[in-house]
């Protein structure tokens, strides 16, 4: 497997690394290469994507250290702030990094929602357009609305929507915003943060992931586990809730989804 959604956390004492002060939250304890590299085997990972944490914000000195850490099996997704004028600079240059491969937008928080008029989007995504990056995108689906333009204007940049869109987020209304993507080709579906129903929201999740499967194809679909995990039964026991959700899927198809679709997305040789 390629797991296409890794959070690090550098330990809260090591200053070389701080957690930035408009962080929305702070890691109680340091999750980093040093814990994920004797998972890996255990799991059937071969290889994983680093998704950089909100906590470090646009900081990504320790995405670069992580994936120092862990080379040739680790690939860097950064997160930069739309609205900020140097943002498009910032992504030309932290693209010159073969490591990187895509920058990470937020819109699912109120508090902390940048900007989605079409001038701040359009900035961003002929940045990452420029830049060579894919975008990835993590959203509730009420704000789908602000994205389908750029969807529509930039149909070069790959776009990766993390944890399924967040269907139990949104009504089906808001959602079906969020299925009807699957017209675009560029666009790919990460198959991450399966909530059981005995999880807030309370709600069952595999209804939507057969939709998504039926919607996008096993080409556009990724899977995430999702770690830090303490243990690779954690990461495995994800790996078998997908395949209960996705029984009657084929295996050449989930091979696709576990591993052979990140493998060409994400730039793994």
Not at 106 to 112: I, Q, T
Not at 146 to 165: K, N, W, Y
Not at 235 to 253: P, S
Request: hydrophobic share 40%; charged share 20%; net charge neutral.
């Amino acid at each position: 497997m390629i797991d296409t959604h890794v959070h690090l956390f550098s330990d809260p004492d090591d200053c070389r690394f701080p957690v930035h002060h408009n962080a929305p939250y702070q890691p109680k304890v340091g999750f980093g290469p040093e814990q994920l590299k004797p998972l890996l085997p255990g799991a059937g990972i071969e290889a994983v994507v680093l998704v950089h944490p909100e906590p470090y914000q646009d900081d990504h000195r320790w995405l670069i250290h992580c994936l120092d850490e862990l080379p040739q099996i680790s690939r860097g997704i950064c997160h930069f702030f739309p609205q900020n004028p140097r943002t498009p600079a910032q992504i030309r240059q932290i693209a010159n990094d073969p490591r990187i491969v895509g920058v990470r937008l937020h819109a699912y928080a109120p508090e902390r929602l940048p900007p989605l008029d079409w001038i701040t989007l359009n900035s961003f995504w002929t940045a990452a357009n420029e830049a060579g990056l894919l975008v990835q995108l993590h959203l509730e689906p009420r704000y789908a609305d602000a994205f389908t333009p750029m969807l529509e204007r930039f149909p070069q940049v790959s776009v990766v929507i993390d944890h399924c869109g967040r269907p139990l987020q949104g009504n089906l209304a808001e959602f079906e915003k969020v299925i009807a993507w699957s017209r675009f080709p560029q666009t790919f579906m990460k198959l991450s943060m399966l909530t059981p129903k005995d999880h807030y929201p309370h709600r069952d999740i595999g209804p939507f992931v057969r939709r998504l499967f039926d919607a996008f194809g096993p080409d556009r679909l990724l899977f995430g586990g999702t770690v830090p995990c303490t243990n690779p039964a954690e990461i495995l026991a994800q790996k078998e809730r997908l395949l209960r959700l996705l029984e009657t899927v084929g295996t050449a198809e989930m091979m696709k989804i576990w591993g052979n679709n990140a493998r060409k997305l994400f730039r793994f040789g």
